[in-house]
């Protein structure tokens, strides 16, 4: 297989290529700049709305991970546009690209998040589930959108909706300084879920989607343990020999990172990967205690 990765250079992207190309599988890269030559590097510049047809052309499956860090920094307005147009432009770039190609990809695997869920408390949420508001949902809904342009005959389209990825790096390697120190605790009244899934089953979703074509549309890639934020404190705590009884009040992190706390940390999502289990995946890490003990080990 010939595989054609965006956001290559991130957390995600980089587990991925390592994985596929352990595998044998034909790996290439789209960088923004000029592409070394004679490397697995081809150009593109999405916001611009440039990607030469030729390049996506004859690959089997095209991955696009292209977007702005969501916890990077306040939502101010010129952020949110930031990161809306890392997400849509690139997105559209590369299915006017599938579309123009003379022989278009079979499978284009999009990013997409939980957040797409908006704050729905306990609802128990699967991938038949309406989209929420707010800002995050919204976003996710158009970038959703805007992947499903690609789809055709010849191309199916998959939106994998990520929920919290664990791992050594990203949001959990944040966490650890703090929970150490014995400062860990509950988000908000702890009581909001938190969709989480470890980078090992994030890489081992993929593989499972490339190879199963009867999978299309949306899928959640998150673990099937739901687990609230106070949940998710206890079980880091008890995997780290330190209480985690110091909460973060609402208050406090709405006035530290303003939306984002609402949007990211304090919003509840109680989701299912019903997609993935339905069609036979097995999680390495269905627990969140499974996720600690093989990242922390």
Same mark, same amino acid.
């Given at each position: 297989?010939?595989?054609?990765?965006?956001?290559?250079?991130?957390?995600?992207?980089?587990?991925?290529?390592?994985?596929?190309?352990?595998?044998?599988?034909?790996?290439?890269?789209?960088?923004?700049?000029?592409?070394?030559?004679?490397?697995?590097?081809?150009?593109?510049?999405?916001?611009?709305?440039?990607?030469?047809?030729?390049?996506?052309?004859?690959?089997?499956?095209?991955?696009?991970?292209?977007?702005?860090?969501?916890?990077?920094?306040?939502?101010?307005?010129?952020?949110?546009?930031?990161?809306?147009?890392?997400?849509?432009?690139?997105?559209?770039?590369?299915?006017?690209?599938?579309?123009?190609?003379?022989?278009?990809?079979?499978?284009?695997?999009?990013?997409?998040?939980?957040?797409?869920?908006?704050?729905?408390?306990?609802?128990?949420?699967?991938?038949?589930?309406?989209?929420?508001?707010?800002?995050?949902?919204?976003?996710?809904?158009?970038?959703?959108?805007?992947?499903?342009?690609?789809?055709?005959?010849?191309?199916?389209?998959?939106?994998?909706?990520?929920?919290?990825?664990?791992?050594?790096?990203?949001?959990?390697?944040?966490?650890?300084?703090?929970?150490?120190?014995?400062?860990?605790?509950?988000?908000?009244?702890?009581?909001? @879920?938190?969709?989480?899934?470890?980078?090992?089953?994030?890489?081992?979703?993929?593989?499972?989607?490339?190879?199963?074509?009867?999978?299309?549309?949306?899928?959640?890639?998150?673990?099937?343990?739901?687990?609230?934020?106070?949940?998710?404190?206890?079980?880091?705590?008890?995997?780290?020999?330190?209480?985690?009884?110091?909460?973060?009040?609402?208050?406090?992190?709405?006035?530290?990172?303003?939306?984002?706390?609402?949007?990211?940390?304090?919003?509840?999502?109680?989701?299912?990967?019903?997609?993935?289990?339905?069609?036979? @995946?097995?999680?390495?890490?269905?627990?969140?205690?499974?996720?600690?003990?093989?990242?922390?080990?």
């Amino acid at each position: 297989m010939k595989i054609l990765i965006s956001g290559a250079s991130g957390f995600v992207g980089t587990a991925l290529i390592e994985d596929l190309r352990g595998r044998g599988l034909e790996v290439l890269t789209l960088v923004r700049g000029a592409a070394k030559p004679g490397s697995h590097q081809r150009r593109w510049a999405p916001e611009h709305g440039e990607l030469d047809p030729d390049v996506v052309s004859g690959a089997d499956a095209v991955i696009n991970l292209n977007g702005r860090n969501i916890a990077d920094g306040r939502w101010t307005e010129s952020v949110k546009e930031q990161l809306r147009s890392s997400r849509i432009d690139s997105t559209r770039t590369i299915a006017e690209a599938m579309s123009r190609a003379d022989q278009p990809p079979g499978l284009l695997i999009n990013a997409s998040a939980t957040g797409y869920y908006g704050d729905r408390g306990d609802t128990h949420l699967d991938e038949a589930s309406n989209p929420g508001d707010g800002f995050l949902a919204d976003l996710c809904a158009d970038w959703e959108r805007t992947a499903a342009a690609a789809a055709s005959g010849r191309t199916r389209v998959v939106a994998i909706r990520l929920g919290m990825v664990l791992g050594d790096e990203g949001a959990l390697g944040k966490m650890l300084t703090p929970f150490k120190l014995g400062l860990g605790g509950p988000m908000g009244n702890g009581r909001q @879920y938190w969709p989480w899934i470890t980078i090992g089953d994030v890489v081992g979703a993929v593989g499972h989607i490339l190879a199963s074509p009867e999978i299309d549309g949306p899928v959640n890639l998150v673990a099937p343990e739901s687990v609230t934020s106070k949940g998710f404190a206890r079980t880091l705590g008890e995997h780290l020999g330190v209480p985690a009884l110091v909460p973060a009040p609402a208050f406090a992190l709405k006035l530290a990172l303003g939306k984002m706390a609402e949007g990211l940390l304090l919003a509840s999502q109680r989701v299912t990967p019903s997609v993935l289990l339905e069609s036979g @995946y097995r999680f390495s890490a269905p627990t969140l205690a499974d996720a600690f003990r093989q990242i922390l080990a």
